[in-house]
């Protein structure tokens, strides 16, 4: 099972560092989409499609290598919320990932990937518990919940399998699990605060289970400061001894009882290029980076390796 392609992805990174996209709700949003559900941008996958399908040309355009797909938040017990039966969601997980694989179809230039994304337990709760973790869960259910997700994503051929904005090293560990024999290599991606995950665990612990996880080919943190992610990637090269992945946030903060982003942001195509230094080879943004600050790692990417293939594509649309 898996896309064709998929065990070269690992191959891809040995190469050379790649561009991931930005925030995918960003593009969305900045398009006038409400984004309030608790599906998050999934609610697009049924009532907007050729919207993600559009947000995701938008970040091959500004020189995106890899597009992740809008299942961060999207699991079976959402949809059936919205009436959406277990089939019904596991066609809407699958067109998850074909909308970015026909984003990338028929592009110039260098090959584009696909990324599942696998959020946590707790970003299908919509009430933040993806930065705090420790639901209250056993082991046994959390891989009951995240095993079937997988198997479905992992059917419909992506590239490699996001497993993002994870909280906890408890739950990194269920996961892990989880996409055992799945035949799709995966990220193991951390949220991070002053250097412990969100759930407080030093993050060299929640590095470390990258290194003997055959199936994990890059690990490091998202949803995060770029600061955060400044004091990370050498640490996760270094206690992983694997590529690394880095996509913070823009470095504002949200004003939950303004219901408004505030502060100035921190994102810079310098502090790419410095994670760049440190081991990363998977670098982009998460939210409130949209096509610009992606533009601007293209091109932290392209001077850090000379190769033109790293710019913006700007015959692509």
Known sequence: MGAPGAPDFAAALAAGPLVLDGGLSERLAAGGFDLSDELWSARLLADAPEAVLAAHRAYFAAGARVAISASYQAG??????RGIGRDGAARLLALSVELAREAARGLPGPRRWVAASVGPYGAVLADGSE??????LTAAELEAFHRPRLEVLAAAGPDVLA???VPDVEEARVLLRAVRGLGVPAWLSFGAAGGLTRAGQPLAEAFALAAE??????VGVNCCTPEEADRAVGLAARVSGKPVVAYPNSGEGWDAAAGAWCGEPTFT?????GWLADGARLVGGCCRVGPEGVRAVAAAVAAATGDAAGTADTASS
């Open 269 to 273: 195509a310098a502090k790419a290029a």
């Open 76 to 81: 079976f017990a959402g949809f059936a919320r």
């Open 213 to 218: 996880a055959d199936e994990v080919v890059a």
């Open 131 to 136: 930065y705090r973790g420790r639901y209250g």
């Open 163 to 165: 497993l993002e904005t």
